[in-house]
């Protein structure tokens, strides 16, 4: 198996736990703050298997995944009864969760690399190799790597994709959490017309989304990668 296709499964593996912690949080939430629709379901689970989409999660990663480490993805849409919400705004804050799931996976990623910079031996060495591999940086050697290098790797791509998948998540566009979150600030007719431009935005994504994208995520990895750096 050449490296490429090894690290495009190691990546595979994180992606799909991070669509199961977006999901399961959002179903989590939305039991919180009174629907249990989610719950019932089994989807606050971090098992993939009840967040899967088949275009989301298996087919549209597996078109890129091995050409580029930057890869999205997503599971299928929670649930929700809204008419067992307290609130009109509750609905909000599920989909506000997803998102904020992945910030906070990346920042206990985050967390556990600088723990293990200071309590394994290696580790530091290590960690500017794993993040140029997440890369898929043809020139790192893999050569007398510590045995702690697999889980360097892990926790680094944990930062990664969910970082990317935040900023992903964050794209106003009706199918996603930003765009539902947007509508709650629109007027009843500016809400109508967002939602009737759903198929034009989605073409417009095509062409500027991933600019957009990474105009959120390099300035937050490159805090991530900073922070990681100095502590």
């Not at 399961?24 to 939305?30: G, V």
Request: hydrophobic share 55%; aromatic share 14%; net charge neutral.
């Amino acid at each position: 198996m050449s490296q490429d296709v090894a690290l495009a499964i190691f990546e595979f593996v994180v992606l799909l736990l991070a669509i199961s912690i977006h999901d399961a949080a959002q179903a989590w939430m939305a039991n919180r703050l009174g629907d249990p629709t989610a719950k019932m379901l089994g989807r606050i689970s971090l098992n993939p298997l009840k967040h899967y989409d088949v275009l989301g999660t298996i087919i549209w990663p597996a078109l890129f995944i091995f050409r580029s480490p930057l890869v999205l993805g997503w599971g299928k849409p929670i649930p929700i009864t809204t008419r067992n919400l307290k609130r009109y705004k509750d609905e909000m804050f599920i989909y506000l969760t997803g998102p904020l799931a992945h910030l906070a996976a990346a920042a206990v990623c985050l967390a556990i690399l600088v723990v293990l910079k200071h309590t394994v031996a290696g580790t530091t060495e290590s960690l500017d190799i794993a993040s140029r591999l997440a890369f898929r940086d043809p020139m790192v050697s893999t050569l007398d790597l510590p045995p702690i290098f697999p889980i360097l790797l892990f926790l680094y791509y944990g930062i990664l994709v969910n970082l990317l998948l935040f900023a992903f998540n964050l794209i106003p566009l009706p199918s996603l959490d930003g765009g539902k979150v947007l509508r709650y600030f629109l007027p009843y007719n500016a809400q109508q017309t967002f939602d009737s431009w759903s198929f034009y935005l989605m073409i417009a994504f095509f062409f500027i989304g991933f600019r957009i994208i990474m105009f959120i995520l390099v300035p937050m990895l490159t805090i991530f990668d900073s922070v990681l750096n100095a502590l």
